[in-house]
């Protein structure tokens, strides 16, 4: 279970908080559509919330979960009734394919009432590109991981996370035709942790430790083998994870465009890099997650997944307009992951060692973005370069040509790159000629 995971159960904690704390009296009810329970929706449906009085809009508020995934989303504006009776929310990007989202709605009506009735709901999409979960699960999972965080908060190398430096999970995920009494993990020291299930989640069972000593977590959470024990009504189950020996703690990433990353233009698509992710091979991962304070607002595909990134990874392109104009996304990082995964009939286990870096990413405004100015023209040996000054994450693409009759949109591209700062120098990779060139640089791709 990663971070993002944890989040998740913490919101979902405060929602049920939330919701046993609205009184009883209030006298405002509300319905929905799609209906409470309603299965094979659409995901370009909209979420429309009836009210049986007027509400007051500024204080309604809906948070939306997908439970098969574990993640929060936010929703974006919505639009009310005249009257203010009727809410509408219309997902840009339509609901995940496949899932189990949950709504919850607070608010109170125009006379300061709080809402009573139906203040939280679940509906099933159909067909998409959602991943199985809640009650589709063929299998139970079970996974072991230790994990270090860092943290980089400038071009220089990262440093432990001042928080959670450390920290173990072991899970269970039980296959949709199986229900438990209890789950125990029984670590290589002999010591034995219950663990706790999740109760928007509930085929889902975690153990989170975090630690702050080296030292400490080494010797709470050895390599070894961990077994999982299942106690149900029907049938118990004993599975051990084995983390090896010789499985090494990855190194730390280190984000080589850091500078770059705080200035990003979010309507162009931006490559983000990292040092080499030391002795990873194809047989391991790297994942990048850009995230703000509530949720994950873009990832590369999850290790296993088609298009995952492998250990010989040392960037990844965030596709333009994934991420919003003047925005600080502040829980964003890349995973460096030794992982070994073993699957029969009847269950999956992982085990896996990660390291991750945490830092920013912002994005500025796309308005009147200025044009690039090339300068300072270098012939330096055998090779020919120029300065272009630009802003500071800008794309740029560089094009040329020996033939100025040629129209400008048959210049053939030399390069495209990210600024990494006001000033960048381009250089001419290819072997010097006899022949006149000339170059343009425009923003973009």
């Known amino acids: 279970m990663d971070r993002k995971s944890v989040l998740a159960i913490w919101l979902g904690c405060l929602i049920a908080v939330l919701l046993l704390a609205v009184p009883a009296q209030a006298s405002t009810t509300v319905s929905s559509s799609p209906a409470i329970g309603a299965t094979g929706v659409a995901t370009s ?3 429309i919330f009836t009210f049986s009085s007027s509400m007051n809009p500024l204080y309604v508020s809906v948070l939306c979960s997908n439970l098969t995934a574990g993640t929060i ?7 009310w009734s005249s009257g203010d009776t009727v809410l509408t929310y219309t997902p840009s990007s339509g609901f995940p394919g496949d899932s ?5 709605v607070f608010g109170v009506d125009a006379s300061f009432q709080p809402l009573a009735g139906a203040t939280s709901g679940t509906f099933t999409t159909g067909t998409g590109t959602g991943s199985t979960g809640s009650g589709t699960n063929a299998v139970t999972t079970f996974a072991v991981s230790k994990v270090n965080w860092w943290d980089q908060s400038s071009t220089a190398s990262p440093v432990p996370d001042a928080s959670i430096p450390y920290y173990f999970a072991g899970t269970t995920t039980l296959a949709s035709n199986r229900t438990a009494t209890s789950i125990t993990l029984t670590m290589p020291t002999a010591a034995v942790s219950n663990l706790t299930q999740n109760f928007v989640h509930p085929e889902s069972y975690y153990l989170i430790s975090p630690v702050t000593s080296s030292n400490a977590f080494e010797a709470a959470f050895p390599q070894g083998t961990y077994t999982f024990y299942v106690s149900a009504t029907a049938s118990n189950q004993t599975v051990p994870v084995l983390l ?9 990433p280190h984000i080589t465009n850091y500078v770059a990353a705080q200035s990003l233009n979010a309507t162009q698509a931006f ?29 590369s595909p999850d290790p296993g997944a088609a298009g995952a990134l492998n250990g010989t990874a040392t960037s990844v392109t ?23 995964v073993n699957s029969n009939a009847a269950y999956v286990t992982t085990a896996f060692r990660a390291t991750a870096t945490w830092f920013n990413v912002r994005t500025v405004s796309t308005v009147g973005a200025a044009p690039p100015v090339l300068t300072n023209a270098v012939w330096s040996s055998g090779s020919f370069g120029f300065d272009v000054v630009t802003t500071a994450g800008q794309t740029l693409t560089v094009v040329s040509t020996t033939n100025c009759a ?11 790159t990210n600024s990494p ?16 060139t000339a170059y343009r640089v425009r923003n973009g791709t």
């Open 318 to 340: 965030i596709p333009a307009n994934s991420l919003q104009a003047n925005s600080n996304y502040t829980n964003s990082f890349v995973g460096f992951y030794h992982a070994i």
């Open 421 to 436: 700062g006001a000033r960048v120098h381009i250089t001419d990779p290819r072997p010097a000629t006899g022949w006149a």
């Open 406 to 416: 040629l129209p400008l949109a048959q210049w053939p591209t030399l390069l495209t």
């Open 271 to 299: 490559t983000l890099g990292w040092d080499a992710f030391v002795g990873g091979t194809s047989t391991d991962y790297v994942y990048v997650v850009i995230g703000n304070d509530v949720t994950n607002v873009w990832n």
């Open 73 to 79: 989303f936010l929703l974006p504006t919505g639009v």
């Open 100 to 104: 189990l989202i949950a709504w919850y």
């Open 244 to 252: 090896p020996t010789g499985m090494t703690q990855p190194n730390p």
């Open 45 to 47: 449906t909209p979420l």
